[in-house]
């Protein structure tokens, strides 16, 4: 199995009332704890690669691993790359054999993001690559760069036609009060989406994928399991799951989750820790946090995405 697009992975996700995990992966054994999960309850799978992924691991060893997960596996897999903020990344990417990128052009003015955007596309779809573009801003932290709740703002329905008319993306990230990072609502703040906003910018944009970022829902069990061997994350929040089922079964396609695997993974580490502190074999202690990822993602791909056995 080649490494695949998102075109009829999403196709089959809307029409099925379901949504595609796109999965943030920046080491092997994040990448074998996602794929043995994907494989197991047989779900198509994107795996994405922020900058600072790429920066951390290096493009070509995240590479290999993905294909090494998808020769040993056999799952149909996108490889796309997260937040690309400007032509040379996309290109670096597609040049590099990923399947889809990201031109996050929602820092920029309307028409610079459908100018920049547009040129990606071209030079993307020219080479059999497909585009994700955002309009609205999300709040929260991504690649060191934090975006305040004041400075977010919601995606305007009245313009998505005319964005992804002229720049001719495949899918369109939109920002209905989802963020990045671990601390989603304030204390006391009753997490809520505009599932209203939704709603207009499928009716605007009928059989088109939706993408959410900042869709992690903060998993309690794995913040308790930080709080309770030695770390500190008072008020961690995310979205409720739900919410992020009910969104799969509208127009969104694509669901990114990266938090909460950095959550488990780093749960499951302190928690080792704290039972063996005399351990020094990174396989010991990665062992548990490989197998805790996997089960998370088991538990997103049947209880909330609703994509297992779609393959
Ligand atoms: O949206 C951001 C993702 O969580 C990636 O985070 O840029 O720290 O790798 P990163
Ligand atoms: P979370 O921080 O909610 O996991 O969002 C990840 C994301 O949107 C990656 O692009
Ligand atoms: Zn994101």
Redesign the pocket.
């Known amino acids: 199995m080649p490494i695949v697009t998102t075109k009829e992975m999403f196709q089959k996700a809307y029409e099925g009332g379901y949504a595609i995990g796109a999965f943030?992966v920046?080491n092997m054994e994040i990448i074998q704890g996602i794929t043995e999960a994907a494989a197991e309850v047989k779900s198509p799978l994107i795996l994405q690669v922020?900058?600072?992924?790429r920066k951390y691991a290096k493009h070509v060893y995240l590479m290999k691993l993905i294909e090494a997960a998808i020769e040993d596996t056999g799952l149909p897999i996108a490889v796309h790359l997260?937040?690309g903020d400007d032509f040379e990344i996309c290109k670096s990417c597609i040049d590099g054999g990923f399947s889809s990128v990201m031109i996050d052009g929602s820092k920029h003015s309307f028409e610079d993001n459908i100018k920049l955007t547009k040129q990606v596309v071209d030079y993307a779809h020219a080479r059999g690559v497909v585009v994700e573009g955002e309009l609205g801003k999300l709040a929260g932290i991504?690649?060191d760069v934090n975006v305040s709740a004041e400075d977010a703002s919601y995606t305007d329905p009245a313009q998505v036609e005319e964005f992804v008319t002229r720049t001719g993306v495949d899918s369109l990230a939109i920002a209905i009060g989802t963020s990045?990072g671990a601390y989603k609502f304030k204390p006391g703040q009753k997490p809520q989406l505009r599932f209203d906003i939704l709603e207009k910018i499928q009716q605007r944009l009928p059989n088109f994928p939706i993408v959410l970022?900042?869709a992690s829902s903060v998993i309690p069990e794995f913040v308790e399991m930080i709080n309770n061997n030695g770390g500190k994350m008072p008020d961690a929040i995310g979205i409720p799951e739900d919410m992020l089922r009910q969104a799969a079964k509208m127009a969104v396609c694509k669901i990114?989750i990266?938090?909460d695997l950095r959550l488990a993974m780093t749960g499951s580490i302190r928690k080792y820790f704290a039972e063996h502190p005399d351990h020094f074999d990174p396989r010991q202690y990665l062992s548990p946090a490989r197998a805790a990822i996997k089960e998370l993602v088991k538990k997103k791909i049947i209880n909330v995405l609703g994509c297992d056995n779609k393959i």
């Open positions: 943030n920046n922020s900058a600072g992924a997260d937040h991504e690649d990045h970022h900042g990114n990266d938090s």
